[in-house]
Structure formats: structure tokens, C-alpha cells
């Protein structure tokens, strides 16, 4: 080797050998902090921390080989909008101080135990990956589906690639009048023209193109004034194109009276509701609506009691539901039993009542009657340097901005520990490199941020030759084969 080439490489190893005890010495004062999940909760609670204290070290573990969650795998392909937030997210994932370990399912390659060891703070932000079962007769026959699979079908969720709904009927029942019943209604519905612009998987969006699909009721087992969607939600679906509403009048007596004394958000929605059921339409609506070959409509005041079957007790024929009549007023009324059913016929029931989360193992404290971690703000109850942020800290409900919300609040709540002492930051601790080892141990393989962009750049480019945002990899074997690449 020539001189110089010796003083160089003399100096590259220097170098080396010099970032690396600098960032070990950073290590060591770090306050070392892991975050389970990688969907707004967990980004927006690492944001947080990150912002908050220039000594805090944050790693993200998340199960699947790709971030972002629910953004990614459960907001609808039509509203591209609410994904920005994915930028925001990218920008945490960027900074010096984050690190993004996909690919790890916490509680199978490593467990919370080992965890807890090896940072000063663990933040569990998993989501609810379950969902509410609607306890009746016939919910497993072939037909009927839960709306987290639904979801996750035309979304692109690895587990949910097998799931196939068939769609060759013409009837199709949604249980649950929230923002995913409508999700899945408009999907059900929606020219594919608009559907095709989108990132819908393209299983999906071959078989919606084959659907028989003309005709979706959203059920409620209470009224119109209790409807779980929003305004923004609703009038998607009252303008959608090739559509017409189908409300009966009956379901609003007495909502124009009742109108004046609810709270502005309710009250807007209702009119609106009220406006489609009641009101005659102009010339313009009237023609669209009589050229619609679609329909939905609303089902008030019913509960689901039995999936029905057809002779051969193979698919879905029906449902039945019981009639319900309302005690109470407002918000807070009760949906309560008149003992006469009905039946609809329908070869396609999803159930959309809700999503539920999940314990990750017995050591960590659960609610299962709220499907919640029992905490205050985020600090797990009896469980020092635990803590927990999202749908899991508080239950599967809100939109993107109160999980962020919630999930500061968390992250406030680890920093004033940390000030005050009650976090114990004193000892150094390993963070990510004893998880590296037990998880290199384990033959898991992470999935780091700049491997993620890989994917990304080939769901971009997939995307751009058929006119999509991307192409989303439909299984984790093709993810990680993209991100080892
Ligand atoms: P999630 O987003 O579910 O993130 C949890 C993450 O944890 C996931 O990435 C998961 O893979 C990971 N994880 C799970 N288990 C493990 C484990 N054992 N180890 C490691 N990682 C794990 N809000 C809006 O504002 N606008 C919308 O349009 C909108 N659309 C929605 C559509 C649907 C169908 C649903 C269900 C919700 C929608 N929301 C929308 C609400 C929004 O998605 C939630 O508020 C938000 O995603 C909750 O965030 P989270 O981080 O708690 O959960
Ligand atoms: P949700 O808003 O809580 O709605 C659940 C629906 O299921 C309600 O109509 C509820 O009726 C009904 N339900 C619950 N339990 C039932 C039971 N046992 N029997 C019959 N019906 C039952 O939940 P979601 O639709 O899953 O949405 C979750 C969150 O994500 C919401 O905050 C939603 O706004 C948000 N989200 C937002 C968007 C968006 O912004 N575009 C899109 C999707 C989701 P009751 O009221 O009678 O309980």
C-alpha cells in the first residue's frame, strides 16, 4: 500500500472508530425510548418526544414490513388527502434521533419483558387489531365478513389477501352507521373510473369490476339523530355518482322538531340526512337520481339477530333483524328490543360495529371489558416506564387529529416523568443494540426506513404506469424480498 493510500485508510478507520464512540458516548447519556406500532400513534407520539428533549432516543417496532398503519391499511383509497400525513410521519422516521424497525412483531420476536429491559421507556401504540363479533347465529357463514377484513382486503393488508368476498349478489347489508360503514358502502358503490385513480389494490379492484352489487342498506339499531358518520362522510354518499338514496320518511318523525336543541356538528348532519329523505328534489338531482342503476339507503331502529342461510346452509341468504324502538333522547338514547323482526334478503353482510384491541400478553395489564390498556394519560396503570398511546390507550374511536392529540399527551407524560424523577433514567441501558442481537439470534431480519423507501419507490413506480398513486406489494414475502434488494 502506497503512503498516502495508508494514511487514508489510517484515517477512514479513525474516523469510524471516532463516530462510533461518539455516538456510543450519545448512546449511553441517551434516555432510550421504544415505541410499539408504527401507525399516528406511534409516530406522533415519537414527534413529540423527539421535539420535546434533545436526549431522548426513539425506535419504532413495527410488525409488518411497512409503516404507518391504519393510514396506510385502513383510510379509503378515494381519500388520498388524509394520507399526507404519511409526510409528516416521514420526516420523524428521517430524523437522527428515530429509528424505524419493521418487520418485528413484539410479543413473538421479542416480548414486552425484553423490551422494558432494554429501554429506559416503552410506549405501546399496536392499534386494535380486532374487531367487535356481532354474537348472532350464522356470523361465520361464508358471506359475511368483518369490516377490519373488508378494509383490509381492498387496502392491500397482507393477512386479508386470501379473503375474496364474493360479490355476485345484489344485496349487500352493512351493520353500523360509523365513518368505515360508509368507507365500505362507497367502495361497494363507486364507479370504477373514480376507484381505478386510486391506490385499491388491484384484486380489488378487478372483482368490485365483476360485482353484481346494486343495492347497500346501513343498518343502526338506533335512530337518525345517533348515526355514528359525519357530515363530510354522508354527503359523499348522497353525491356519489350513479347512486340514489333510498330513506324512508317514517324514520324522521319528529327529527325537525328536535333539530333546534342539538349541538351544531349533530345538527348539521341530521338536516342534511333529514334534506335527503324528506325533500323533493330539483329537476337535476331528480334526473341523476333516475338514471342511478345504485341505491343505499339507511336502516334505523334494527339489530342484527341471525345471519340467515340459504338450503344448503353454503352462503348468506339474508338476515334477520329485530325492530327496536328508542328510551331516552339525544346522544345517550337506548336501543331497546319491540320483539317484532324482519327479514332482508342479501348474499353479502358486513359487520362494521367496531374495531377492538387486543392483549399482547399477560404481564402487561388489559381492560378486557373496554378492549383497552388501563392507564392516565398514557401511563400505564401499576406498570412504571410503560406507557400507551392511540386506539389502544383509548379505545377505537376518533379520527387522525385525536389520536395525534392523544398521543402528545402520552408523550407529555413520559417527559414530565422523566423530569421529575419518577422515570428512572439514571442507568444507561442498551436500547436497540441488545434487541438487535436477540432478534439476530431469532433469525429476524428488521426492516429499516431506507428499506421501507424501497418498497415505496417501487409501489410509486408500479403505480405511475397504471395511472395510481402506487401499486401497494400485496404479501410480506414480496416486501422484504423488495427491501433486501
Ligand atoms: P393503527 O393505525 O392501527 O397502528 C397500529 C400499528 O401497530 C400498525 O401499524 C400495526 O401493524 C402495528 N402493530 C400491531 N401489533 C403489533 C405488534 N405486536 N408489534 C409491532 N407492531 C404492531 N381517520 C381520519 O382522520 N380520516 C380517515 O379517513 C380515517 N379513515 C379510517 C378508516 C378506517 C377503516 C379506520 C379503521 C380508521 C380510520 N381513521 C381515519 C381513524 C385512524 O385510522 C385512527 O385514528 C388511527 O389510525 C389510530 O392510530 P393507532 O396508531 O392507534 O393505530
Ligand atoms: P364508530 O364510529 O364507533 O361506529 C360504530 C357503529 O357501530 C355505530 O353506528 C354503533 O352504533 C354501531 N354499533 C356498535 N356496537 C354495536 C352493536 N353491538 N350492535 C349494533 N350496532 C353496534 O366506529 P367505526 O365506524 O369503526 O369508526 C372508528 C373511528 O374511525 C371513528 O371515530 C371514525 O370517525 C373514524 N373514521 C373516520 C373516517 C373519516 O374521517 N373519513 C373514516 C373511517 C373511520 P351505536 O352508536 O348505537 O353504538
Redesign the pocket.
Known sequence: MSGHKMLFSGLKLWTAGRSRWISRLHDDCSTKVCIVGSGPAGFYTAQHLIKARQDVEVDIYERLPVPFGLVRF???PD?PE?KNVINTFTQTARQSRCHFYGNVSVGTDVSVEELRHAYHAVVLSYGAEGN?G?GVPGEDLPGVHA?KDFVGWYNGLPSCRELRPDLSCETAVI?????????VARVLLAPLDILKKTDITQPALEALAESQVRRVLIV???GPM?????I??LREMVNLPNTRPELMAADFEGVAEALKDLPRPRKRLTELMSKTALEIPGEKEQQRRSGASHTWGFRFFR??VEILADPERSRTAGIRLAVNRLEGSGEGAR?VLTGEVEDVTCGLVIS????KSLPIHPSVPFDSRKAVVPNSMGRVQQAAGLYCSGWLKTG????IA?TMNSSFDTARSLVEDMESGTLDVSAAKPGSQSVSALLEKRGVKPVTFSDWEKIDGVETRRGEVVGKPREKLLTVEEMLQVARS
Open positions: 385502513g383510510v379509503a381519500h388524509v367487535r356481532m369490516a351493520l353500523g352507521q360509523g365513518n368505515v360503514a360508509l368507507d343502526g339499531r338506533r345517533q348515526v355514528a358518520c359525519t363530510k362522510e339489530s342484527p336501543a362494521s360495529i367496531g374495531y377505537p374511536t376518533g379520527v385525536t
